[in-house]
């Protein structure tokens, strides 16, 4: 089930826009764009780099404008939009096929009986793109001129180029250029051809799905150097992009380099789960290439190999919850346990007064603190890697952090977050600020609120204490008094269960009572290792949400009953986040309700076709990756995020749970 299309897609502008693609460098910095050629992202571009890993990230090449002479006729192989919304010119109608190439994306254009392929890649660990041309068949020789339209701007920002001078300087087989004093520097260079200087500003490039986000959706590019040659059946060209210093020309070198990272990356998943190797899906293992993109650098002076993950491609970058919540999926799944061992010691260097951080900013080294469940899924995902591993050398090592993290809970940390010693349930939130995973704010207004006691924090602080007294016990350590917590938890864990509607509260005690609203926060109730619930109630919530909840992609953060239920996700920022969890179906649910369906009933073969749907998706937003999120209502457009680690990780994990029964 190889990731392509023909000219069906290809030649249609709207499916052929609608589709993305994406290639990372491991080190925060990435390159997307669509099949169709055509910018409708701010974020799109060639080389958006990572000028501080893993964050920073800059556009410095927008995109490259080719167009060719084959038979003495000019064709554009480049397609743009315009600000007056013409599109010219329509290069995209010479696609004669698009696929990937493992990660890689790949096209190929028809020109009469000439046949270019064109693809794209990033060098692993440096800020570096490669956009190699090949002529695969002629009978003529081909001539080939590419313009770079080039940037330098924050990957959230915008760009409007009166008055704005840049004067690209030429050098050996390329130009530099830097954007102004103290820039960092672009290098475009060629392994063949010539080169000449341009200094012009293109002007007025429509954004599409900016304009339908709410926000600016005009941008400017400057035209820095065009390159030409003339192909020979069977000749190549490769243009490298690169910040900071003058990248290799070895185009050959690289794609080998960049094929057999990918390789590695196949042989950790057959190697170390070689009863998960055979007979699987193809778009299972598509999900281990894009597990690995969201695996990043992130160095400290006591973590100088630290490793984080990002949160989604394109705009998102390393939050605490969304890295503890996929580091099982994304990196022990994959058979990584050591990049898994990197994250948990990279992150118990920010843990403070009991917390994990929930962001860190693009600019600045403080991180924020404002969640109150990240702290508790780190006790999940080191469970999960200790049972994976059974390394007690890292969790000798961490543990002295997380039972000062259960202090700090009991005694009291920001935020309001306490242990309420009345029925031994976490209780959590002030005014104005947003603590769980349902955190959309615009201004002041927070959206879902949500203070008191959300279920899903107290089935996390529950599976959390009795995680700290297993490994209490494996450690040889005192592990009674956590024993004795966890019980009274779970006893009082009982106030959630709505005995009139048949399932769980989402909040108690909030300051206007108990919170019946039936969202999906009760599953992992379910789903953990360890269940407050009895198993009647279990079975309850997940039929509850099967029936009320779940959709093709996941489940619905709202039911659709409810009168703040919003079913399209879309409009101008604060359209978008009152929809963002009152409706909007969230993919990474997907995978703890399969194992919640799993855990009642007990029927691996069931569970696993609620994954099924998952295999399509792959085609149809972010190619071979999976969506942050999706409209509650039919069809279930994707939204958000085309490639979401914590959908990608729980889906994979998912999958592997319905092999092991």
């Known amino acids: 089930m190889g990731i392509g299309f023909g000219r069906e897609i290809c030649g249609d502008l709207n499916a052929a826009e ?4 994406l290639v990372t460098n491991g080190i925060g910095g990435y ?3 669509t099949v169709a050629g055509l910018l409708t992202r701010r974020y799109h571009g060639l080389l958006i780099a990572a000028l501080n890993p893993p964050l920073g990230r800059t556009l410095l090449l927008s995109k490259l404008d080719e167009t060719v002479e084959y038979d003495d006729r000019p064709y554009s192989l480049h397609t743009n939009r315009w600000v007056d919304r013409t599109v010219s010119p329509q290069g995209y109608q010479q696609i004669e096929r698009f696929f990937l190439e493992g990660t890689t994306p790949v096209w190929r254009y028809g020109v009469a009986d000439a046949l270019l392929e064109k693809r794209i890649w990033m060098q692993q660990g440096a800020n570096v793109t490669y956009i190699q041309y090949h002529l695969r068949r002629a009978s003529l020789p081909l001539f080939l001129s590419i313009k770079a339209l080039i940037n330098y701007r924050d990957y959230h920002g ?16 390329g130009v530099c250029v830097t954007a102004y004093p103290g820039a960092v520097p672009l290098y475009l260079i060629s392994n063949y051809g010539t080169v000449s200087v341009a200094q012009q500003w293109f002007y007025g490039f429509d954004l599409a799905v900016e304009r339908y986000r709410g926000l600016d959706d005009r941008e400017d590019h400057f035209h820095a150097a065009t390159f030409e040659i003339t192909l020979q059946p069977g000749e190549t060209l490769t243009l490298i992009a690169g910040a900071g210093n003058r990248p290799g020309a070895d185009g050959n070198g690289a794609w080998m380099d960049r094929r057999a990272h990918e390789q590695k990356l196949m042989g ?4 170390n789960r070689p009863e998960h190797s055979r007979d699987v899906p193809e778009w299972v293992t598509r999900l281990v290439l894009a597990a690995d993109q969201f695996v990043v650098d992130r160095a400290t002076p006591n973590e100088p190999y630290g490793k984080t993950l990002i949160a989604g491609y394109p705009w998102f970058g390393d939050w605490g919850r969304d890295t503890m919540i996929s580091l099982p999926g994304l990196t022990l799944a994959t058979g990584r346990a050591e990049v898994a ?8 260097g920010y843990v403070s007064q009991g917390m994990l951080p929930n962001r860190f900013p693009d600019a600045g080294e403080t991180p924020e603190y404002n969640t109150v469940d990240a702290t508790l899924w780190y006790f999940e995902a080191i469970r999960a890697y200790h049972t994976a591993t059974e390394d007690d050398d890292l969790l000798q090592k961490l543990y002295p952090v997380l039972a000062e993290i259960i202090d700090w809970h009991c005694r009291g940390t920001r935020y309001n977050i306490h242990l309420d010693a009345t029925d031994g349930l976490l209780y959590a939130g002030e005014a104005g600020v947003q603590l769980t995973w349902m955190d959309a704010k615009v201004g002041d207004w927070v959206v879902t609120p949500r ?10 602080w529950y599976n959390a204490l009795r995680t700290m007294a297993h490994f209490a016990r494996q450690l040889g350590k005192p592990h009674k008094e956590y024993e004795a917590m966890a019980d009274r938890t779970q006893v009082r864990f009982s106030r959630f269960w709505n005995d009139a509607l048949g399932y769980c509260y989402d909040v108690l005690d909030t300051p206007d009572g108990n ?18 619930l009895s198993t009647v109630q279990q079975r309850a919530v997940v039929d509850t949400c099967a029936q009320r909840l779940l959709t093709s992609h996941g489940l619905r953060s709202l039911a659709s009953g409810h009168l703040q239920y919003q079913g399209h996700y879309g409009g101008d920022p604060r359209q978008r986040d009152g929809a963002y969890h009152q409706g909007t179906v969230w993919g990474w649910l997907l995978g703890p309700f399969v194992l919640a369906h799993l855990r009642v009933y007990k029927d691996p073969a069931l569970a696993r076709q609620f994954l099924e749907p998952m295999a399509d998706h792959l085609f149809s937003h972010g190619l071979g990756t999976l969506s942050e999120i999706f409209d509650g209502d039919m069809p279930l457009t994707p939204r958000g995020c085309f490639a979401q680690a ?11 749970a319905t092999e092991q029964l």
């Open 268 to 271: 950790f998943w057959r190697t």
């Open 18 to 21: 609608s589709r993305e693609w």
């Open 451 to 460: 203070i008191g006691k959300p279920i899903e924090v107290n089935a996390l």
């Open 646 to 656: 914590w959908t990608v990780a729980e889906v994979l994990r998912a999958w592997l």
């Open 31 to 33: 390159a997307a764009g």
């Open 515 to 532: 919170d019946a609203s039936l969202r999906p926060n009760q599953i992992f109730a379910v789903s953990l290792l360890e269940s407050p």
């Open 158 to 173: 915008k760009t409007r180029g009166q008055g704005w001078e840049i004067t690209p300087e030429p050098i050996d087989r």
């Open 341 to 348: 061992r990197s994250l948990l010691r990279t992150f118990s």
